[in-house]
C-alpha cells in the first residue's frame, strides 16, 4: 500500500500542531517506507547495486516528505517538521530493534564492526541522536543542517534554502558537524550491551 | 559537553580555512594561525582527521541506514517457528505490512496464509487496538470469492493476520505475461464484482483494490484478498464505510480513484474506479495508470484518460460502455452499484457462443449473434484487406542523421525516446534521442557497445559491449543515464537483439558457448547474471561452420508467451521459427518454422501487437502473422535498406536505421588510365561480369527493391532485370561462350543452388540440387559444362555439371573456390578459399598449382586471352602472363577501391569494378502512425 503525499502534509501540520494522533498515523507509513527498503536490501544477491537503492531512499522520501506543503507557511517550516518527524521515528525504531537484538543470541556490534561487516559505514542512530542533541545544544544551526540533511534527506541545495543561508555555509556545517559527531561517537564508551 | 560560543566558532572557521587550502600547507597555516595555542590547534587537527575521501559518514540517508539495519535482522527467518496454533511454514511473498508465510492450522489442520506484520506496525498499542476491532469486522466476510480473515494472532510479540490460503498467482502476476482473452477477462471479472458487491452490502469498501490483491485458483475461482485492510491500517475506530475526517487514505496510486489521489473522502465508488482500471488493463494488456513515479502516477490519475483506443476491437460494446461509467472521474456520475457492473458482464457471458442453450428462441437469438459476429468478420477482413493500401501511405522521415553510422535503434516503452548505437571511427557508444527534438545525448562511457534493448518497465537499457572475438559483456545502464553501468555476464554473442522479459528481470539473447558450437538463445537473469538455455540443445550442425550458425534475433512476444526467432543451418540462410512459452519461459512444444521463405540475413524483428512481427531481411521491412496461414508482406515504403525495426505499440511508431551506402560501378581504361563511373546507385550493384562479345554486362543488384540479376550495355546504359533472386542472397551472373545464357546462383530454395536463365530473359531452370551449397558459376569455353564452387564434400571444391543439366563431378581435390576456365579451354584457374591464393589445374585434373601469391576476394579475379586479372590488395591490379606465368602490375586503382568483383573486357582493354561508398552511413528513420 501507498500513501498519497497530500495526506502525508496533513498529518504534519496536524502534528506539528500538536496533535499527538497524527504521530501515531504517520508511524506506520514511515514503517512501510522502511520495509519496502529493506525488502529490496534483502532482495539483492550482489552488492553494488546502489543505484537502484539511492532512486528507492529517494522516491522514498518524496513519498514521506515531497508533497507539495501548499498550505504550509513556508517551506522551512514543512521540511523542518518532516526531518524531525523521521528523527523522531527512526530513533525510536533503531532503540526498538536495538533491545531486540540484545534479547536475542546475537552479539552486540560495535560501531567498528559494523564498519568491517557492511558494505557501507553505518550509524548507530541512538548514538547519533545523543551526540546531534549535544552538538545542537551548543551550536543550533549545525545541528539543524545534520537533522535535515541526515534525518530529512534533503540535498545540500535544499537544506541552505530552508535555512535561508548559502550553499557554500551548508557544505562547511555539514563536513564540520559530520567531523565532531564523529570524533564524538568514538569517543563514547564502547557500548557493551548492559 | 559544552564549550564557549566565542571558542566554537573559533575553532569551526579554522576547520574551514584549513580545508580551503592544500591538505600539505594545512598543518603550517595552522601553526601560525592559532599564534601558539597548542589547545586550539590540536582541536581543529583533530576534526581535520575526519576528512576522508568517499563515501562515508552520514553519506547515506537516516531511512536507508534503518532500512539496511531492519534488512539485516529480518534475514533471520520465521520458517519452522510456531505462532499460536500455527506452524509457520515457507515463505509466500512481502508486501508493505509484513511478510506472508505458508501455515500450518495445528488445532483444525488446515493450511492457512500467515501475514506476520512488520514489527513498526505490531510495536505501536495505541495503533494495534484499533486494528484488532477493525480484523473482527473483516473475519465477518463469508464469501466464495473472498479471502476470508480467520483472526489476528500474537505470539512472543509478533503479530499476525490468519487469513485463507489461495493457490494460484495473482492477477498481477498473471497479467504480467499481457492481454488476456476476453472471455477469461469477463470470467475473472464477474467473479470480482461479486465480491466487492458482497462486502459493499456488507459496508466495507476495499479501497486497495488492485490486482496484486487478486488471486487467480488453478481451477478458475477468483478470491479478492485484503479486504478492508487499507482501512484498518490507516484507522479502527471508526466504521469501514465512512470516510474519515482527515482525509487520510491509503492506497495503491495506479488504482486510485481520482477523488482517492486528492485526498478527498472516498466511499464505494472509490472501488468501483479501481474495478474499471482492473478490468481495462486486463482488456489492453498494460498498466494503464503505472509511472515510474507516485506523483507521476497520481498527476496521471487526476488528468488523464484511459487510453481507450488500445482496448482490443473485439471488446464487447456493452463492455465497452461499462469501462465508461466505471471509469468516470466525476464520482457523481460514475457507476454507483458495483452490482451493476457484474450483471453487464453477465450478459455479456452469455452472449458468448459457448453459452448457448437449446430451445428455439434462444437458437434464433444464437443465429442473430452468429450474424453479427458474421459482420465483426466481415468487416474484419475489410480492414485487413485495406491495411496494405493505408499502409502505402506511411512515410519514413530522418529521425538521426549524423555522419557516422546510427544503428541498431530500440524505442522506449512509452515511445517517445529511441537508444541507439553510433559508430564512428571505429568505435560505439549508446545514445539516446528524445523523438520529439533534440539533439542524441551519450549514454555510455565505453568505446564499443552496441545493441541496445529497452526494458518494458523502462528503468533500464541493456546492451553489449565488445570485448574481443569470443566475448562480450551484456551490461546495463538506467534508462536516464548515470555512471551506474554494471556488467550482467561475458559471452560468446551473436550480433542479434536482445529481448527483455515483460517482468524487466531477464533477457533472452543467443551466445555460444564455445567457438565452433551453435548459438543457443538463453535466459539471462539481470539480477543474478544466471542463464539457462530456453529451448533444447540443437542437434543438427551444417558442415561448414565457420560463419557461424544456430539460433539468434530471439524475441518475446509482450505478453512473453511466444519467442520467434531466426535459425540458420547454412550460410546466409535464414528461417524464421516460433515456440510458444509457458509461463516459467519453459518452452510449449517444439519450434515451428514460420515460412519456407528464406530472407538471407535477419537483421532484428520486433512485434507489432501480440501476434504479429515486423522483421528485415535482406531486402527491407516485413510484416507477418505469427499463427501461421498468411506469407509475410513486405512494406512497400521502407527501402530495401532498412534495417532493425522497433516498434512503439503504444504510440504506433515504428524506427529503423537505413543504410545510406551504394555502390558505383566504374570503368577503367587500362590503355588511358581514364576512369568513367557507369553507374551510380544507392543500391548494391556487384559482382559485373562482361559478356563474350563484351557489349554487354551482368550483375546483380537489389535495384527493384529485391536482389536479383541484371544486365546492361558496356557503357551502364540499358539496364534490364534478368531474374529476381525470390528475396534470397546470391547472383554472380556468368556468360554462356556463345552469349545465349547466363548461369547464376540463388539461395531462393534454401540451399544455394545454381540455376541457368535466358541472357534476354525468360524461365529459369535449376543445374543443382541436394543439401550443399553450390554457388559462383562459370561456363567451361566449349559451353557443355558448367563450373561451381561447392561444399558438398565437407570443404570448398571446384564441381562442374553438364550444361543441360545431370551428375556433378568433383574438379578440385586439394583446394576449392570459384573458377574459370582459360580462354584456350586448357587449364582451370581458380580462387582457394582455403589460402586465398590463385591455383591452376588442367581441365581434365592433375596437379594443383599455386600460380598466384594472393586474391583479394572471390571476385578478384577475371581471364582474358592474356591471362588471368586479379587483384592483389584493394587497389592494385596484376596480370598472371597466360603464356609466361610472369605476374607484373597493371594498374594502381589510387584514390578508388574494389568492394564487390572485378571483370576485364574480352579485348583487355577495360577494367570494370564495384566501388562502396558511404558503407558505414546509418541513419534513423521515424515512421509514424505504424500499426
Known sequence: METSPHEITGLLQAWSAGEQGAFEKLVPMVYQELHRLAQHYMSQERPGHTLQATALVNEAYLRLMGGKPISWQNRAHFFGVSAQLMRRILVDFARSRRSVRRGGDAPAVSLDDALVVSPEPGADLVALDDALHALAAMDARRGQVVELRFFGGLSVEETAEVLKVSVETVMHDWKFAKAWLQRELEAAPVDDGS | ?931
Open chain 2, 1 to 931: 559537553m559544552t564549550m564557549d560560543p566565542e571558542r566554537w566558532e573559533q575553532i569551526a572557521r579554522l576547520h574551514r580555512a584549513a580545508l580551503e587550502r592544500e591538505e600539505s600547507q594545512r598543518a603550517a597555516f595552522l601553526r601560525e594561525a592559532c599564534a601558539g595555542d597548542e589547545d586550539l590547534r590540536r582541536e581543529v587537527e583533530s576534526l581535520l582527521a575526519y576528512e576522508k575521501p568517499g563515501k562515508g559518514f552520514l553519506e547515506s540517508p537516516a531511512l536507508e541506514e534503518a532500512a539496511r539495519l531492519l534488512a539485516r535482522q529480518e534475514e533471520q527467518p520465521m520458517q519452522g517457528k510456531t505462532l499460536s496454533h500455527y506452524r509457520i511454514q515457507e515463505k509466500l511473498g512481502s508486501g508493505g505490512m509484513g511478510e506472508v508465510y505458508r501455515a500450518t492450522d495445528t488445532r483444525l489442520q488446515r493450511e492457512v496464509a500467515i501475514k506476520v506484520l512488520a514489527s513498526g506496525f505490531a510495536q505501536n498499542d495505541a495503533w494495534m487496538s484499533r486494528f484488532q476491532r477493525e480484523a473482527r469486522v473483516l473475519a465477518s466476510l463469508n464469501h466464495p470469492h473472498i479471502g476470508a480473515v480467520y483472526g489476528l494472532e500474537e505470539s512472543g510479540g509478533v503479530r499476525a493476520i490468519a487469513m485463507e490460503l489461495v493457490e494460484g498467482p495473482t492477477l498481477a502476476e498473471r497479467m504480467g505475461h499481457g492481454r488476456i482473452p476476453i472471455p477469461e477477462t469477463l470470467a475473472i471479472a464477474r467473479q470480482v464484482a461479486e465480491a466487492v458487491e458482497y462486502a459493499h452490502e456488507k459496508g466495507i469498501v476495499h479501497r486497495d483494490l488492485k490486482p496484486a490483491n487478486i488471486k487467480l485458483r488453478p481451477d478458475g475461482v477468483v478470491k479478492v484478498l485484503d479486504f478492508g485492510l487499507a482501512k484498518a491500517i490507516e484507522t479502527g475506530d471508526e466504521t469501514a464505510a465512512t470516510a474519515t475526517n482527515t482525509g487520510v487514505v491509503m492506497g495503491t496510486p495506479a488504482y486510485m480513484a481520482p477523488e482517492q489521489a486528492a485526498g478527498l473522502p472516498v466511499d464505494r465508488r472509490a472501488d468501483v474506479w479501481a474495478f474499471g482500471v482492473i478490468l481495462f488493463e486486463m482488456l489492453a494488456g498494460r498498466r494503464i495508470y503505472a509511472r515510474k513515479s507516485t506523483l507521476e502516477t497520481l498527476a496521471a490519475v487526476a488528468r488523464e484518460e484511459p487510453p481507450w483506443e488500445e482496448l482490443p476491437k473485439e471488446t464487447p460494446p456493452a463492455i465497452l460502455g461499462l469501462l465508461r461509467r466505471c471509469l468516470d472521474r466525476d464520482v457523481n456520475k460514475r457507476l454507483r452499484d458495483v452490482g451493476e457492473a457484474r450483471i453487464v458482464i453477465e450478459a455479456a457471458l452469455a452472449g458468448a457462443p459457448a453459452r448457448r442453450s437449446q430451445n428455439a428462441r434462444s437458437r434464433r437469438m444464437a443465429w442473430l449473434v452468429g450474424f453479427a459476429f458474421a459482420l465483426v468478420a466481415v468487416a474484419g477482413l475489410v480492414v485487413w484487406f485495406r491495411l496494405p493500401k493505408r499502409e502505402e501511405n506511411l512515410t519514413p522521415v530522418p529521425l538521426v542523421s549524423l555522419t557516422g553510422g546510427s544503428k541498431y535503434p530500440a524505442i522506449s516503452p512509452d515511445g517517445n525516446k529511441v537508444a541507439f548505437a553510433y559508430f564512428s571511427d571505429n568505435k560505439s557508444g549508446i545514445y539516446v534521442k528524445q523523438v520529439e527534438g533534440g539533439p542524441p545525448v551519450r549514454l555510455t562511457t565505453g568505446e564499443h557497445d552496441w545493441l541496445p534493448a529497452w526494458a518494458p518497465d523502462d528503468r533500464n537499457i541493456a546492451f553489449f559491449r565488445y570485448i574481443d572475438r569470443d566475448h562480450t559483456a551484456v551490461m546495463l545502464i538506467p534508462s536516464i543515464g548515470g555512471t551506474m553501468t554494471r556488467e550482467v555476464a561475458k559471452l560468446n554473442v551473436f550480433g542479434s537483439r536482445m529481448s527483455w522479459t515483460p517482468d524487466s528481470r531477464s533477457l533472452v539473447l543467443s551466445a555460444r558457448e564455445s567457438a565452433d558450437g551453435p548459438f543457443e538463445i538463453w535466459l539471462l537473469s539481470t539480477e543474478t547474471g544466471v542463464r539457462r538455455r530456453l529451448l533444447p540443445r540443437l542437434e543438427s550442425r551444417p558442415r561448414i561452420v565457420e560463419y557461424g550458425f544456430g539460433d539468434g534475433e530471439a524475441s518475446l512476444s509482450p505478453d512473453g508467451r511466444m519467442l520467434v526467432f531466426a535459425r540458420t543451418l547454412s550460410t546466409y540462410n535464414y528461417k524464421l521459427y516460433a515456440v510458444g512459452l509457458a509461463k516459467d519461459l519453459r518452452p510449449e512444444g517444439p519450434a515451428r518454422k514460420l515460412t519456407d521463405q528464406t530472407f538471407g540475413y535477419i537483421y532484428g524483428l520486433d512485434w507489432v501487437g501480440e501476434r504479429e512481427i515486423v522483421f528485415s531481411g535482406n531486402d527491407g521491412l516485413f510484416r507477418m502473422q505469427v499463427s501461421g496461414g498468411t506469407s509475410p508482406q513486405r512494406l512497400s515504403w521502407a527501402a530495401s535498406q532498412a534495417r532493425r525495426p522497433t516498434v512503439s505499440r503504444s504510440r504506433h511508431r515504428l524506427v529503423y536505421a537505413h543504410g545510406q551506402g551504394g555502390t558505383s560501378l566504374w570503368r577503367l581504361d587500362l590503355r588511358t588510365g581514364d576512369y568513367r563511373k557507369m553507374i551510380e546507385s544507392s543500391y548494391s550493384e556487384s559482382h559485373p561480369q562482361y559478356s563474350p562479345d563484351g557489349r554487354r554486362i551482368a550483375f546483380d543488384s537489389d535495384r527493384s527493391g529485391q536482389p536479383g540479376c541484371w544486365t546492361c550495355a558496356s557503357d551502364g546504359e540499358n539496364c534490364q532485370e534478368l531474374t529476381s533472386l525470390g528475396g534470397s542472397v546470391g547472383g554472380s551472373p556468368r556468360w554462356s561462350p556463345d552469349g545465349r545464357w547466363i548461369a547464376f546462383d540463388s539461395r531462393a530454395e534454401g540451399e544455394s543452388q545454381i540455376y541457368v536463365v535466358p541472357a534476354d530473359g525468360g524461365g529459369q531452370r535449376r543445374l543443382t540440387s541436394g543439401d550443399a551449397d553450390s554457388q559462383v558459376p562459370s561456363w567451361s569455353r566449349d559451353g557443355r559444362w558448367i563450373y561451381f564452387e561447392s561444399d558438398r564434400s565437407g570443404q570448398w571444391r571446384v564441381w562442374k555439371a553438364p550444361a543441360n543439366g545431370g551428375e556433378a563431378i568433383q574438379v578440385t581435390h586439394s583446394q576449392g573456390g570459384p573458377a574459370f576456365e582459360s580462354t584456350d579451354g586448357k587449364f582451370l584457374y581458380f580462387f582457394s578459399e582455403g589460402t586465398e591464393g590463385l591455383f591452376k589445374v588442367l581441365v581434365d585434373g592433375g596437379e594443383e598449382k599455386q600460380v598466384a601469391p594472393a586474391v583479394y576476394g572471390l571476385f578478384g579475379f577475371s581471364v582474358t586471352t592474356k591471362g588471368v586479372y586479379f587483384l592483389s590488395d584493394l587497389k592494385t591490379l596484376q596480370l598472371l602472363d597466360g603464356t609466361t606465368g610472369q605476374i607484373r602490375t597493371v594498374a594502381h586503382l589510387g584514390t578508388h577501391y574494389v568492394a564487390a568483383g572485378i571483370t576485364i573486357s574480352p579485348d583487355s582493354a577495360y577494367l570494370v569494378f564495384t566501388e562502396v561508398k558511404d558503407y558505414n552511413r546509418w541513419d534513423l528513420m521515424l515512421v509514424e502512425g505504424f500499426r
